[in-house]
C-alpha cells in the first residue's frame, strides 16, 4: 500500500534563535574538545563545520527541525494520531530552503511514547551545535549525519523508501506497543528538505543504536551473508575505524548467559514481523563494550528495571507478546544487553527496502553472478530466516 499524499500545509517557520547555545571556553575546555575530535575521527565522525562542504545544508536541516518541533510542543496531540495524522504533509517556508515535516502528529505521539521530551529532541537536533558527518562503509549513495551529542542519527532515503517507511508507519507503532523491547530502530520522523526551486531530499531520523558512544570499542553491521561484506582494516594511528560487517565478526561470539533465550525470541518477533511486510537487506547493528569490574553482575540487582520509559499495552488475544526484559539504568536501555563481561549494543535498522521487482531481478542476477556464496538480495523469508540463525550461531 503506497502512502498517502495530500497537498502540503504551508506555515511560515519560527526563528530557531532560542534553540542556540552559549558556549563556554577555556584552556582546559579546549583541550577535552580536541582530544574528543581526535576519537570522533578515530571513529569515522568529523565535525560539521564553517567551510565543509555540508555546513550550509546541515544548517538549513537544523533550523528547519526547531521549527517544525515547535509546532509538535505549541500544539500537543490530545490523544493516539488518527488516519489523517499518519498522511500529514506540513511545510515550513524559511529564507532560502523549505522543510517538509511529514506524518508529524504520529510521529510526535511515537517520541512521547517512547519518553522522548519533545524540548529534549528539538535541543538535539537545533542548532545548538554542529552535526557529525557519519562516513559509512555503505555501498548507497545516502548521506550520514550524527547529531552533535551523537544521541539522534540522520539518514538520507530515495522517495519510494520513504513511501514504504510511511505506508508500514501505523503497522511500526503497533509492534512496538506490543513489544516495547523490541530491537528494532526507533524512527522518530520524516522529513523532506528543498533548497531554492530545487529538487527534494528526503532524510529520517531515528534513534542511535550506539548511544553513548564513549567506551564502545567495535562496531558491525551484519546481513547473515558473506558476499561484499568484508570491511578492511587500517593501520593503528590512520582514522577512521569504520563500521565492520559479517567476515570481520569471525571468530568473535557474544557472550550474554541468562539474557541469551530473550535475545533469540526477539529476534524471532522481528525478523518475522519485517518478514511480514516484505521487507529486506535490513541489517543488525552490533557493538561492543568492555564492563568495569564494578559493572559486571549487576543484572539482578535492584538499580535495573523492567519497564524504563518505554510503555506497552497487553494484549487479551496475546498472552506474554510483550516479551519484556530486566533493563539496564542506562539511555538507550531497549538497545543494550549486558553479558557478564560485555556490554553489547544491537538494534535492527534499514527497514525500508521491500521485495519488489527490482530486487527480484537483483536477486536472480546475484543468483548467475555469486553461485554457491550467500549474497543480500533473497526472499524476505528467506532473509529473516537466515538473520535469525546467524544470532542463533554467535551467542552463548
Not at 506497552?312 to 542506562?330: C, F, H, T
Request: glycine residues 8%; aromatic residues 10%.
Amino acid at each position: 500500500m503506497a502512502a498517502p499524499t495530500p497537498g502540503p500545509h504551508e506555515v511560515l517557520a519560527l526563528s530557531p534563535e532560542a534553540g542556540r547555545r552559549v558556549a563556554t571556553s577555556s584552556s582546559g575546555h579546549c583541550g577535552l574538545l580536541r582530544r574528543l575530535r581526535h576519537k570522533q575521527q578515530r571513529l569515522g565522525l568529523f565535525e560539521i563545520g564553517p567551510g565543509h562542504e555540508l555546513h550550509r545544508l546541515t544548517c538549513m536541516m537544523q533550523a528547519g527541525l526547531w521549527a517544525a518541533t515547535q509546532v509538535s510542543i505549541d500544539h500537543p496531540l490530545t490523544g493516539p494520531p488518527t488516519e489523517e495524522d499518519f498522511s500529514e504533509v506540513m511545510t515550513q517556508v524559511q529564507e532560502g530552503f523549505e522543510l517538509g515535516t511529514l506524518a508529524g502528529p504520529a510521529f510526535a505521539w511515537l517520541r512521547h511514547s517512547l519518553g522522548l521530551a519533545e524540548k529534549d529532541y528539538q535541543a538535539s537536533l537545533g542548532p545548538g551545535g554542529p552535526y557529525l558527518q557519519f562516513l559509512s562503509t555503505s555501498k548507497s549513495k545516502a548521506s550520514f549525519f550524527l547529531s552533535h551529542d551523537q544521541r539522534f542519527f540522520l539518514k538520507t532515503q530515495r522517495r519510494r523508501e520513504v513511501r514504504a517507511l510511511l505506508s508500514h508507519l501505523p503497522c511500526y507503532m503497533r509492534h512496538l506497543q506490543r513489544h516495547p523491547h523490541s530491537l528494532l530502530a526507533r524512527l522518530l520522523g520524516v522529513h523532506s528538505l528543498r533548497v531554492a526551486r530545487g529538487k527534494k531530499k528526503y532524510f529520517i531520523i531515528m534513534q542511535s543504536v550506539f548511544y553513548p558512544p564513549g567506551r564502545i570499542s567495535e562496531r558491525y553491521d551484519i546481513k547473515g551473508c558473506e558476499v561484499s561484506r568484508w570491511v578492511d582494516l587500517v593501520a593503528e594511528g590512520s582514522p577512521p575505524i569504520l563500521v565492520l560487517k559479517d567476515l570481520n565478526f569471525q571468530g568473535k561470539t557474544i557472550y550474554l548467559g541468562p539474557q541469551r533465550a530473550w535475545l533469540l525470541h526477539q529476534m524471532e518477533l522481528d525478523t518475522a514481523f519485517l518478514r511480514g511486510l516484505n521487507v529486506l537487506d535490513y541489517s543488525l547493528l552490533v557493538a561492543f563494550q568492555c564492563l568495569h569490574k564494578d559493572e559486571r553482575g549487576l543484572g539482578s540487582s535492584l538499580v535495573f528495571r523492567t519497564a524504563r520509559s518505554v510503555r506497552g499495552v497487553q494484549s487479551q488475544d496475546e498472552p506474554g507478546a510483550q516479551n519484556r526484559r530486566v533493563l539496564p539504568e542506562a539511555p538507550n536501555a531497549p538497545h543494550i544487553l549486558d553479558g557478564p563481561e560485555q556490554r553489547y549494543f544491537l538494534g535492527l535498522v534499514d527497514l525500508a527496502t521491500v521485495y519488489g521487482l527490482r530486487k527480484r531481478l537483483e536477486h536472480l542476477w546475484k543468483t548467475l553472478r555469486y553461485p554457491g556464496r550467500t549474497f543480500s538480495t533473497v526472499s524476505p523469508a528467506r532473509y529473516a530466516r537466515r538473520l535469525y540463525q546467524w544470532v542463533e550461531e554467535h551467542t552463548e
